[in-house]
C-alpha cells in the first residue's frame, strides 16, 4: 500500500525564520510528487509537480526538491501570509492494464504557522 | 486562470437521504477525481475516472457511492443513504495528465 508520511504535522516560525517541510513515501509507479497548499475551509492548491529525483521547483519563497526517497519543501524568509497547511501527494497509476487509473495519495499535512 | 467548480458550497441532509455532489471541470481535462475530507483528517482518495468509466476506487468508493459525468459536462457524485460518518469536506479534482486542480470543495453536513 502506498504510504506518505508528512513532519512535522506543526511548525511556528518567525516572520524571516526559514525552514524546511518533509514528506517521505513508500510508492510503487511514482508518476510525480505534487505539494499543495491548503486554507482553512478551502480546496488544495497547486504548487509544485516533482517527476524525477534531483528535480527542483521554485515560486516565490517556496523550492521543492526530490530524491528517491522523499521530498523537501524549503520556505525562504517566510511570511505571515504562508501560513497554512502545505499537503504532499504522490500520483501512482494502479494496476488495471489500461493505464488510465492514476490517483493521487495525499499526507496528512503540515501546518505552517508564521508569525509575525 | 481556468478553476473547477463544485456546487453546492454547502449541503446539509438528514441521515438517509440521497445527496448528488457537482462539479465542472476545467475544460480540456481528461481524468476526474473524488476526495472526501473529513474534519481534521486528510484528504482521502474515492475515486478517480476516465473515458466515462471508473478507472480505481478505494475502499470508501462502496455501493453508497456512484460518479457519472451525465451532460459530458458536468461530473457528480451521488451518496444514497447518507450516514452521519459522511459528513466532510468532498473535493472534485481534474487534471490532464500528470497535473491535478481542484475545486474548492462542498461541505456535506448530515443530520
Known amino acids: 500500500e502506498d504510504q506518505v508520511t508528512q513532519s512535522p504535522e506543526a511548525l511556528r516560525l518567525q516572520e524571516g525564520e526559514s525552514s524546511s517541510l518533509n514528506c517521505s513515501y513508500t510508492v510503487s509507479g511514482l508518476r510525480g510528487l505534487f505539494w499543495y497548499r491548503q486554507d482553512p475551509g478551502k480546496g488544495p492548491e497547486f504548487l509544485f509537480t516533482l517527476y524525477s529525483a534531483g528535480e527542483e521547483k521554485e515560486k516565490e519563497r517556496l523550492k521543492a526538491t526530490l530524491t528517491k526517497k522523499e521530498s523537501f519543501l524549503h520556505i525562504t524568509a517566510p511570511k505571515p501570509e504562508d501560513s497554512a497547511t502545505y499537503l504532499c501527494a504522490v500520483l501512482t497509476l494502479g494496476g488495471n492494464s489500461g493505464g488510465s487509473n492514476y490517483k493521487l495519495t495525499f499526507g496528512k499535512g503540515t501546518l505552517l504557522t508564521v508569525n509575525p | 486562470e481556468p478553476e473547477v467548480t463544485q456546487t453546492p458550497s454547502h449541503q446539509v441532509t438528514q441521515m438517509g437521504q440521497e445527496v448528488i455532489l457537482r462539479c465542472v471541470p476545467i475544460?480540456?481535462?481528461?481524468?476526474f477525481y473524488w476526495y472526501r475530507q473529513i474534519l481534521g483528517q486528510k484528504v482521502e482518495f474515492l475515486v478517480s475516472f476516465y473515458n466515462n468509466e471508473i478507472s480505481e476506487k478505494s475502499e470508501i468508493f462502496d455501493d453508497q457511492f456512484s460518479v457519472e459525468r451525465p451532460d459530458g459536462s458536468n461530473f457528480t457524485l451521488k451518496i444514497r443513504s447518507t450516514k452521519l460518518e459522511d459528513s466532510a469536506m468532498y473535493f472534485c479534482?481534474?487534471?490532464?495528465?500528470?497535473?491535478?486542480?481542484f475545486g474548492q470543495g462542498t461541505r456535506l453536513t448530515v443530520v
Open positions: 475544460s480540456n481535462h481528461l481524468y
Open positions: 479534482a481534474t487534471g490532464s495528465g500528470f497535473r491535478a486542480f
